[in-house]
């Protein structure tokens, strides 16, 4: 079975932190996402990522970026987090479909 | 850029009612997937449909893939309980496995 492990369920942060969110996935996929999910907006994708150090700005990419230093890795970053990035993250693996979901981290800036 | 529209936002049925839920897009699709997300749990995967007027099963779940490939539907006959969730659809074909979700059906079932 596919693994997708996000380091954090929970996190709180301050505006203006640099936030990062990681994610790791044991299929060795060569696509990797980070999504955020809002009430009736559903998923939007923020940033993909193709390969190692590969990555192409999804539907809402301001006032993130994103890192793939290793296959198995892709790291979401909130360069300096504000309060309408307060939201659902979820990163997601795929080698070609379906994709396969981490289990979120629920992510309040105050 | 590639838009998929999804209703009804929410649906409340009585146990053993149908429940059906609708997708558009903007343009045509090479695929449709459909994933569904328990209450507190992420999306999982249910199905993909690839050919133009396609249809599947699964148990009680019927999905269908438009002539145009531009829409799509999830039918799911005599609810259960078990069936709660939210209920995306998601159009893919771009480059990389990339997918565009539609916003969701949160299904709510009465016993």
Redesign the interface.
């Known amino acids: 079975d596919v693994k997708v492990t996000q380091s954090s369920r929970y996190l709180v942060k301050r505006t203006g932190e640099k936030v990062f969110l990681e994610c790791v996935q044991d299929m060795d996929h060569e696509n990797m996402f980070w999504y955020r999910q809002d009430p009736g907006l559903g998923l939007r994708l923020i940033y993909f990522s193709y390969d190692v150090k590969m990555k192409e700005k999804g539907d809402i990419p301001e006032g993130y970026s994103v890192s793939r230093e290793k296959k198995e890795r892709f790291s979401l970053i909130l360069e300096s987090a504000s309060t309408n990035q307060t939201s659902m993250y979820l990163c997601a693996s795929s080698q070609r479909e379906p994709q396969h979901f981490g289990d979120g981290t629920r992510l309040s800036i105050l | 850029?590639q838009q998929v529209m999804?209703i009804p936002?929410y649906q409340h049925v009585q146990e053993g009612e149908d429940f059906t839920t609708y997708c558009n897009s903007s343009t045509t699709l090479s695929?449709i997937?459909w994933?569904k997300q328990r209450p507190g749990?992420?999306?999982?995967?249910l199905i993909?449909l690839v050919k133009s007027g396609e249809v599947k099963k699964q148990k009680r779940l019927t999905f269908q893939f438009g002539e145009a490939k531009k829409n799509s539907s999830l039918h799911i006959t005599a609810t259960q309980t078990t069936d709660v969730g939210t209920y995306?659809c998601?159009g893919?074909g771009t480059?990389?496995?990339?997918?565009?979700?539609?916003?969701?059906t949160i299904l709510t079932v009465h016993p």
Do not use: D, E, W
């Open positions: 850029g999804q936002q695929n997937q994933y749990g992420h999306p999982v995967f993909q995306f998601a893919g480059s990389y496995g990339k997918l565009t979700f539609g916003q969701g």
